[in-house]
Protein backbone atom coordinates (compact mmCIF):
# COMPACT_ATOMS: atom_id res chain seq x y z
CA UNK A 1 0.00 0.00 0.00
CA UNK A 2 0.88 3.50 -0.47
CA UNK A 3 2.34 5.37 2.74
CA UNK A 4 0.88 9.31 2.75
CA UNK A 5 3.56 12.04 3.84
CA UNK A 6 1.56 12.85 6.19
CA UNK A 7 -0.70 11.34 9.16
CA UNK A 8 -4.07 12.47 11.25
CA UNK A 9 -2.56 12.11 14.83
CA UNK A 10 -3.59 13.89 18.35
CA UNK A 11 -1.02 15.52 19.98
CA UNK A 12 -0.02 16.55 23.59
CA UNK A 13 1.62 20.14 22.89
CA UNK A 14 1.49 21.57 26.08
CA UNK A 15 -0.08 20.36 29.60
CA UNK A 16 -4.05 20.47 29.41
CA UNK A 17 -3.20 21.17 25.57
CA UNK A 18 -3.67 18.41 23.33
CA UNK A 19 -4.94 18.88 19.31
CA UNK A 20 -6.24 16.49 16.58
CA UNK A 21 -4.20 17.68 14.02
CA UNK A 22 -2.09 16.85 10.79
CA UNK A 23 1.66 15.37 11.24
CA UNK A 24 4.51 13.96 9.45
CA UNK A 25 4.26 9.92 8.79
CA UNK A 26 7.19 8.68 10.84
CA UNK A 27 10.53 7.98 9.10
CA UNK A 28 11.86 4.39 9.41
CA UNK A 29 15.32 3.74 11.28
CA UNK A 30 17.12 0.53 10.55
CA UNK A 31 15.72 -2.15 12.28
CA UNK A 32 12.31 -0.39 13.18
CA UNK A 33 8.95 -1.52 11.23
CA UNK A 34 6.08 1.23 10.65
CA UNK A 35 2.25 0.14 11.98
CA UNK A 36 -0.65 1.36 10.52
CA UNK A 37 -3.17 1.44 13.90
CA UNK A 38 -5.94 -0.27 14.22
CA UNK A 39 -6.95 0.12 18.03
CA UNK A 40 -5.45 2.32 20.54
CA UNK A 41 -6.51 2.45 24.00
CA UNK A 42 -6.30 5.73 27.05
CA UNK A 43 -3.93 4.37 29.74
CA UNK A 44 -4.43 6.58 33.15
CA UNK A 45 -0.91 7.51 32.75
CA UNK A 46 -1.99 9.25 29.42
CA UNK A 47 -4.52 11.26 31.47
CA UNK A 48 -1.65 12.63 34.15
CA UNK A 49 0.55 13.34 31.05
CA UNK A 50 -2.26 15.33 29.54
CA UNK A 51 -3.68 17.13 32.79
CA UNK A 52 -0.88 17.05 35.14
CA UNK A 53 1.95 18.17 33.22
CA UNK A 54 3.82 14.62 33.88
CA UNK A 55 5.05 14.28 30.48
CA UNK A 56 8.74 14.51 29.52
CA UNK A 57 8.77 15.68 26.30
CA UNK A 58 6.64 17.88 24.30
CA UNK A 59 5.11 18.10 21.82
CA UNK A 60 4.35 13.99 22.01
CA UNK A 61 1.80 11.68 20.51
CA UNK A 62 0.68 9.87 23.56
CA UNK A 63 -0.62 6.44 23.33
CA UNK A 64 1.25 2.98 23.94
CA UNK A 65 -2.00 0.55 24.61
CA UNK A 66 -1.41 -0.36 20.82
CA UNK A 67 -2.36 -3.38 17.64
CA UNK A 68 -1.82 -2.32 13.97
CA UNK A 69 -0.64 -3.69 10.87
CA UNK A 70 2.85 -3.53 9.66
CA UNK A 71 3.03 -1.72 6.43
CA UNK A 72 6.90 -0.98 5.77
CA UNK A 73 10.22 -2.57 7.20
CA UNK A 74 13.24 -0.51 7.54
CA UNK A 75 16.14 -1.82 6.61
CA UNK A 76 17.47 -5.40 8.19
CA UNK A 77 13.88 -6.42 8.99
CA UNK A 78 12.58 -9.16 7.37
CA UNK A 79 9.97 -8.05 4.96
CA UNK A 80 8.07 -11.52 5.76
CA UNK A 81 6.52 -9.09 8.58
CA UNK A 82 4.56 -7.27 6.16
CA UNK A 83 0.83 -7.46 6.30
CA UNK A 84 0.66 -9.06 9.34
CA UNK A 85 -0.60 -7.58 12.74
CA UNK A 86 1.02 -6.71 15.89
CA UNK A 87 0.81 -5.36 19.46
CA UNK A 88 2.92 -2.94 20.47
CA UNK A 89 5.59 -3.72 23.24
CA UNK A 90 5.94 0.15 24.40
CA UNK A 91 9.55 -0.04 26.53
CA UNK A 92 12.75 0.26 24.41
CA UNK A 93 15.31 -0.61 26.73
CA UNK A 94 19.12 0.34 27.23
CA UNK A 95 20.29 -3.25 26.41
CA UNK A 96 23.86 -1.97 27.37
CA UNK A 97 22.77 -1.29 31.49
CA UNK A 98 23.85 -3.71 33.91
CA UNK A 99 20.44 -3.24 35.21
CA UNK A 100 18.95 -4.48 32.13
CA UNK A 101 21.20 -7.39 31.84
CA UNK A 102 19.81 -8.21 35.14
CA UNK A 103 16.56 -8.20 33.80
CA UNK A 104 15.07 -5.26 35.16
CA UNK A 105 14.95 -3.32 31.61
CA UNK A 106 11.96 -1.28 32.77
CA UNK A 107 14.55 -0.04 36.32
CA UNK A 108 17.57 0.72 34.09
CA UNK A 109 18.45 4.29 32.75
CA UNK A 110 18.88 5.46 29.44
CA UNK A 111 15.61 3.50 28.33
CA UNK A 112 13.23 4.90 25.91
CA UNK A 113 9.28 4.29 25.70
CA UNK A 114 7.17 4.57 22.87
CA UNK A 115 3.99 7.11 23.62
CA UNK A 116 5.76 9.03 26.41
CA UNK A 117 9.24 9.68 25.04
CA UNK A 118 9.04 9.26 21.95
CA UNK A 119 5.85 9.57 19.20
CA UNK A 120 3.05 6.81 20.06
CA UNK A 121 -0.24 5.04 18.89
CA UNK A 122 -2.39 8.03 19.65
CA UNK A 123 -2.17 8.57 15.43
CA UNK A 124 -2.78 6.89 11.86
CA UNK A 125 1.04 5.15 12.09
CA UNK A 126 3.49 4.92 14.66
CA UNK A 127 7.13 3.00 14.38
CA UNK A 128 8.78 0.67 16.11
CA UNK A 129 11.49 -1.27 16.60
CA UNK A 130 10.95 -4.81 15.10
CA UNK A 131 12.10 -6.12 18.57
CA UNK A 132 8.90 -3.96 20.08
CA UNK A 133 5.99 -6.32 18.47
CA UNK A 134 4.63 -9.51 19.43
CA UNK A 135 2.17 -11.08 16.86
CA UNK A 136 -1.75 -11.58 17.08
CA UNK A 137 -3.17 -14.72 16.31
CA UNK A 138 -5.77 -14.80 13.53
CA UNK A 139 -8.74 -14.96 16.29
CA UNK A 140 -7.45 -12.24 17.99
CA UNK A 141 -8.99 -9.50 17.05
CA UNK A 142 -6.76 -5.75 16.88
CA UNK A 143 -8.96 -3.92 19.78
CA UNK A 144 -8.22 -6.57 21.68
CA UNK A 145 -4.73 -7.00 20.51
CA UNK A 146 -4.19 -3.53 22.07
CA UNK A 147 -5.25 -4.67 25.62
CA UNK A 148 -2.07 -6.77 26.07
CA UNK A 149 0.02 -4.35 27.60
CA UNK A 150 -2.09 -3.33 30.72
CA UNK A 151 -2.73 -7.05 30.90
CA UNK A 152 0.93 -7.83 31.06
CA UNK A 153 0.72 -5.11 33.62
CA UNK A 154 -1.37 -7.09 36.16
CA UNK A 155 0.42 -10.39 35.52
CA UNK A 156 3.64 -8.48 35.81
CA UNK A 157 2.73 -7.66 39.56
CA UNK A 158 1.02 -11.08 40.63
CA UNK A 159 4.62 -12.35 39.34
CA UNK A 160 6.38 -9.82 41.65
CA UNK A 161 4.94 -11.29 44.34
CA UNK A 162 5.86 -14.95 44.00
CA UNK A 163 3.13 -15.77 41.84
CA UNK A 164 -1.10 -16.98 42.35
CA UNK A 165 -1.35 -20.83 42.14
CA UNK A 166 -3.58 -21.85 44.98
CA UNK A 167 -3.23 -18.65 47.05
CA UNK A 168 -5.91 -16.20 48.64
CA UNK A 169 -5.43 -12.29 47.00
CA UNK A 170 -6.72 -9.33 47.88
CA UNK A 171 -6.63 -6.49 45.18
CA UNK A 172 -6.99 -2.97 46.92
CA UNK A 173 -8.75 -0.55 43.92
CA UNK A 174 -10.32 -1.95 41.22
CA UNK A 175 -9.65 0.50 38.14
CA UNK A 176 -9.07 -1.00 34.65
CA UNK A 177 -5.78 -2.43 36.25
CA UNK A 178 -7.44 -3.89 39.14
CA UNK A 179 -9.67 -5.32 37.14
CA UNK A 180 -7.10 -7.04 34.78
CA UNK A 181 -5.40 -8.17 37.69
CA UNK A 182 -8.56 -10.30 39.26
CA UNK A 183 -8.83 -12.07 35.91
CA UNK A 184 -5.65 -12.59 35.87
CA UNK A 185 -5.36 -14.28 39.62
CA UNK A 186 -8.28 -16.37 38.55
CA UNK A 187 -6.27 -17.45 35.19
CA UNK A 188 -3.35 -18.52 36.87
CA UNK A 189 -5.06 -20.47 39.35
CA UNK A 190 -5.66 -18.15 42.60
CA UNK A 191 -7.77 -20.13 45.15
CA UNK A 192 -9.66 -16.96 46.45
CA UNK A 193 -10.00 -13.51 45.34
CA UNK A 194 -10.90 -10.21 46.78
CA UNK A 195 -11.63 -6.97 45.76
CA UNK A 196 -11.51 -3.86 47.56
CA UNK A 197 -12.88 -0.53 46.91
CA UNK A 198 -15.11 2.58 47.83
CA UNK A 199 -17.85 2.02 44.60
CA UNK A 200 -20.37 -0.40 44.42
CA UNK A 201 -20.58 0.01 40.39
CA UNK A 202 -16.40 -1.17 40.59
CA UNK A 203 -17.28 -3.95 43.24
CA UNK A 204 -19.92 -5.22 40.70
CA UNK A 205 -17.88 -5.23 37.98
CA UNK A 206 -14.93 -6.86 40.01
CA UNK A 207 -17.70 -9.93 40.97
CA UNK A 208 -17.89 -9.75 37.21
CA UNK A 209 -14.01 -10.24 36.26
CA UNK A 210 -14.03 -12.89 38.83
CA UNK A 211 -14.19 -11.60 42.37
CA UNK A 212 -14.93 -13.94 44.87
CA UNK A 213 -15.45 -11.40 47.49
CA UNK A 214 -16.01 -7.75 47.53
CA UNK A 215 -15.32 -5.17 50.49
CA UNK A 216 -16.50 -1.87 50.55
CA UNK A 217 -14.17 0.12 51.94
CA UNK A 218 -16.63 2.97 52.81
CA UNK A 219 -18.91 0.65 54.62
CA UNK A 220 -16.26 -1.65 56.62
CA UNK A 221 -12.35 -1.61 57.84
CA UNK A 222 -11.16 -3.70 54.64
CA UNK A 223 -8.97 -5.33 56.86
CA UNK A 224 -11.18 -6.35 59.69
CA UNK A 225 -13.53 -7.80 56.47
CA UNK A 226 -10.82 -10.06 54.99
CA UNK A 227 -9.90 -11.16 58.21
CA UNK A 228 -13.41 -13.04 58.62
CA UNK A 229 -13.22 -14.38 55.36
CA UNK A 230 -9.50 -15.98 55.32
CA UNK A 231 -8.82 -16.00 59.67
CA UNK A 232 -5.07 -15.41 59.15
CA UNK A 233 -5.40 -13.21 56.11
CA UNK A 234 -4.80 -13.35 52.79
CA UNK A 235 -1.40 -14.74 51.19
CA UNK A 236 -0.59 -11.76 48.77
CA UNK A 237 -2.15 -8.13 48.51
CA UNK A 238 -1.73 -6.25 45.50
CA UNK A 239 -2.16 -2.55 46.20
CA UNK A 240 -3.55 -0.58 42.79
CA UNK A 241 -5.03 2.12 44.12
CA UNK A 242 -2.07 4.21 44.77
CA UNK A 243 -3.43 5.69 48.41
CA UNK A 244 -1.54 5.81 51.22
CA UNK A 245 -4.53 4.27 53.66
CA UNK A 246 -5.53 1.56 50.75
CA UNK A 247 -1.31 0.57 51.02
CA UNK A 248 -2.03 0.12 55.24
CA UNK A 249 -4.92 -1.70 55.12
CA UNK A 250 -3.09 -4.08 52.27
CA UNK A 251 -0.56 -4.57 55.17
CA UNK A 252 -2.94 -5.55 57.79
CA UNK A 253 -5.08 -7.65 55.34
CA UNK A 254 -1.82 -10.03 54.48
CA UNK A 255 -1.02 -12.91 56.58
CA UNK A 256 2.07 -13.07 58.52
CA UNK A 257 5.11 -14.12 55.95
CA UNK A 258 3.01 -13.07 53.16
CA UNK A 259 3.54 -11.02 50.43
CA UNK A 260 2.59 -6.97 49.41
CA UNK A 261 3.27 -5.79 46.11
CA UNK A 262 2.40 -2.40 45.31
CA UNK A 263 1.44 -1.55 41.71
CA UNK A 264 -0.52 1.96 42.42
CA UNK A 265 1.50 5.68 42.46
CA UNK A 266 1.66 6.67 45.99
CA UNK A 267 1.22 10.14 46.02
CA UNK A 268 4.30 12.34 46.62
CA UNK A 269 2.63 14.91 49.09
CA UNK A 270 1.50 12.56 51.25
CA UNK A 271 3.65 10.74 54.58
CA UNK A 272 3.45 6.88 55.90
CA UNK A 273 2.78 6.56 59.55
CA UNK A 274 5.27 4.66 61.55
CA UNK A 275 3.39 1.64 62.68
CA UNK A 276 2.81 1.30 58.85
CA UNK A 277 6.81 -0.15 59.26
CA UNK A 278 5.89 -1.58 62.34
CA UNK A 279 3.35 -3.46 61.28
CA UNK A 280 5.19 -4.37 58.23
CA UNK A 281 8.33 -6.12 60.61
CA UNK A 282 5.47 -7.74 63.12
CA UNK A 283 4.05 -9.50 60.38
CA UNK A 284 7.45 -10.60 58.70
CA UNK A 285 5.81 -9.68 55.18
CA UNK A 286 7.46 -9.50 51.74
CA UNK A 287 6.94 -6.06 49.99
CA UNK A 288 7.26 -5.78 46.32
CA UNK A 289 7.57 -3.19 43.55
CA UNK A 290 6.32 -3.70 40.30
CA UNK A 291 6.76 -1.29 37.63
CA UNK A 292 5.47 -1.97 33.90
CA UNK A 293 5.92 -5.31 33.16
CA UNK A 294 8.98 -6.94 31.79
CA UNK A 295 11.09 -9.65 32.88
CA UNK A 296 13.91 -11.70 30.82
CA UNK A 297 14.26 -12.54 28.62
CA UNK A 298 13.19 -9.65 26.78
CA UNK A 299 10.39 -8.60 26.69
CA UNK A 300 9.57 -11.58 29.36
CA UNK A 301 6.60 -14.55 29.90
CA UNK A 302 4.62 -11.55 30.69
CA UNK A 303 4.17 -11.24 27.14
CA UNK A 304 3.38 -14.48 25.45
CA UNK A 305 1.49 -15.83 29.03
CA UNK A 306 -0.68 -12.90 28.05
CA UNK A 307 -1.58 -13.75 24.95
CA UNK A 308 -1.89 -17.99 25.51
CA UNK A 309 -4.29 -17.10 28.10
CA UNK A 310 -6.70 -14.73 25.84
CA UNK A 311 -6.45 -17.72 23.10
CA UNK A 312 -7.14 -20.56 25.68
CA UNK A 313 -10.27 -18.16 26.68
CA UNK A 314 -8.76 -18.33 30.42
CA UNK A 315 -8.80 -14.08 29.53
CA UNK A 316 -11.63 -12.52 28.30
CA UNK A 317 -11.36 -8.81 27.53
CA UNK A 318 -13.65 -7.63 25.45
CA UNK A 319 -15.90 -6.44 28.36
CA UNK A 320 -12.99 -4.45 29.81
CA UNK A 321 -13.91 -1.97 26.55
CA UNK A 322 -16.57 0.41 27.59
CA UNK A 323 -16.55 2.92 24.49
CA UNK A 324 -15.24 3.38 21.17
CA UNK A 325 -14.48 6.07 19.42
CA UNK A 326 -12.68 7.80 16.32
CA UNK A 327 -9.35 9.31 16.60
CA UNK A 328 -10.36 12.80 16.17
CA UNK A 329 -13.03 12.94 19.41
CA UNK A 330 -9.75 11.89 21.49
CA UNK A 331 -9.58 15.15 22.83
CA UNK A 332 -12.97 16.03 23.55
CA UNK A 333 -12.67 12.41 25.69
CA UNK A 334 -9.71 13.27 27.37
CA UNK A 335 -11.68 16.42 28.70
CA UNK A 336 -14.77 14.72 29.99
CA UNK A 337 -12.55 12.51 31.37
CA UNK A 338 -10.49 15.05 33.59
CA UNK A 339 -14.23 16.76 34.27
CA UNK A 340 -15.21 13.17 35.96
CA UNK A 341 -18.13 13.13 34.04
CA UNK A 342 -17.70 9.47 32.08
CA UNK A 343 -17.77 6.24 33.97
CA UNK A 344 -15.23 3.89 32.07
CA UNK A 345 -13.07 1.00 32.22
CA UNK A 346 -11.22 1.26 28.70
CA UNK A 347 -11.55 3.82 25.95
CA UNK A 348 -10.75 2.23 22.45
CA UNK A 349 -9.82 4.27 19.44
CA UNK A 350 -10.85 2.15 16.30
CA UNK A 351 -9.79 3.26 12.86
Known amino acids: MAIPDTMNAVVLEAPQQIVYKQIPVPELEAGWVLLKVGAVSICGSDVLRVWHGHARVLPIVLGHECAGTVVKVGDSVDEDLMDRRFALIPLIPNMESPISKMGFYSSSPGYSFIGSRINGGFAEYVAVPAT????????VPVDIGALIEPSTVAYHALNRGG????KSVA??????????TIQMAKALGADQVIAVDIADH????ARQFGAHETVNARDSVASESIMAMTTYGVDLSVEVAGV?????????STRAGGDVV?????????EIKLDFFEQFMRRQLNMHGSWMSYSAPFP???WQGTLDMMQDGRLKLEDMITHRIALNELPNMFQQIHQGGIAYRKIMVTF
Open 262 to 270: LVGNQPVEK
Open 163 to 166: GVKG
Open 171 to 180: VFGVGSIGLL
Open 202 to 205: QLEA
Open 132 to 139: NIIELPDD
Open 244 to 252: PATLMQAIF
Open 300 to 302: GIE
